[in-house]
């Protein structure tokens, strides 16, 4: 299916932006993971900054629903509160996203190693490079633009001389493209965003003994409400035939 990105040039072209970093920009995404949720994500940046922040919809409701495969998805947030991914050149990477209804504030330390393709394809007149690189136990090919030339992208994908505009993740699980670009024309050095305490950021480590506990205290409440009778569920963590999350830790790269 053909995603259109229509560009906003708003007096300037990518000749003067790329001369100008100071001007902020908003990209719309749709992020889809496991082939099946999809949402949209909004990033602003500058030069220094970006922020991709989660497009809550106005139709979300709590429930379940159930896949093709027959797998039944428990849709358990009753928050409207959005995640979001903050990546400043100066102070590093935070996000804060929903694990099992609570949201967790971390920051994450990672480097991403990137390999560059010489294939090319154009976006809507927009030149774009193909790169891949591996992160936490999945590989990702993703399409960048040095007309927009800021190390940043959606999720924690960055590091890159330009925006990334497409991420496909080589299984299909994850997958994130562009709708629409908007090149703002007001030179401003200030993204608006939400207040971010960036002292409250737990480590990586914490984050993981939270989730797992977060996810413990999940399952004895849904086993709480079972009818007599029915097997209680349980945590296999040896399940080599469970789905994977997103980001697998216990992989080397």
């Known amino acids: 299916m053909k995603i259109v990105i229509t560009i ?25 993971v496991d082939g099946f949720s999809s949402t949209e994500y909004k990033l602003i940046f500058n030069n220094e900054k970006s922020y991709y922040e989660e497009v809550i919809s106005k139709e979300y409701k ?18 409207q509160k959005p995640n979001f991914y903050y990546n400043s050149r100066k102070n590093g990477f935070y996000f804060s996203q929903v694990v099992y209804n609570k949201h967790l504030f971390a920051k994450d330390n990672f480097e991403l190693n990137w390999t560059l393709s010489e294939e090319v394809k154009t976006i809507n007149d927009i030149k774009c490079q193909k790169a891949t690189t591996k992160f936490r136990g999945r590989e990702y090919i993703v399409w960048f633009t040095n007309k927009i030339p800021v190390p940043f992208g959606p999720w924690k994908l960055n590091g890159l001389s330009g925006l990334i505009l497409e991420v496909y993740e080589t299984t299909g699980f994850f997958r994130v493209v562009a709708k629409k670009v908007t090149i703002n024309s007001k030179k401003n050095d200030t993204i608006k965003i939400p207040f971010i305490d960036i002292n409250k950021a737990i480590s990586m480590n914490e984050l993981k003994t939270q989730t797992s506990k977060l996810e413990k205290n999940f399952i004895s409440k849904l086993n709480s409400k079972l009818p007599k009778g029915i097997k209680p569920f349980k945590i296999d963590e040896n399940c080599e035939d469970c789905p994977k999350p997103l980001e697998i830790f216990d992989e080397k790269n």
């Open 8 to 32: 906003f040039l708003l007096i300037i072209n990518f000749q003067i932006y790329s001369q100008n970093l100071s001007i902020i920009s908003e990209i719309l995404y749709e992020q889809t």
């Open 62 to 79: 709590k429930g379940k629903t159930r896949k093709e495969d027959g797998t039944i998805v428990f849709n358990i947030r009753d928050n």
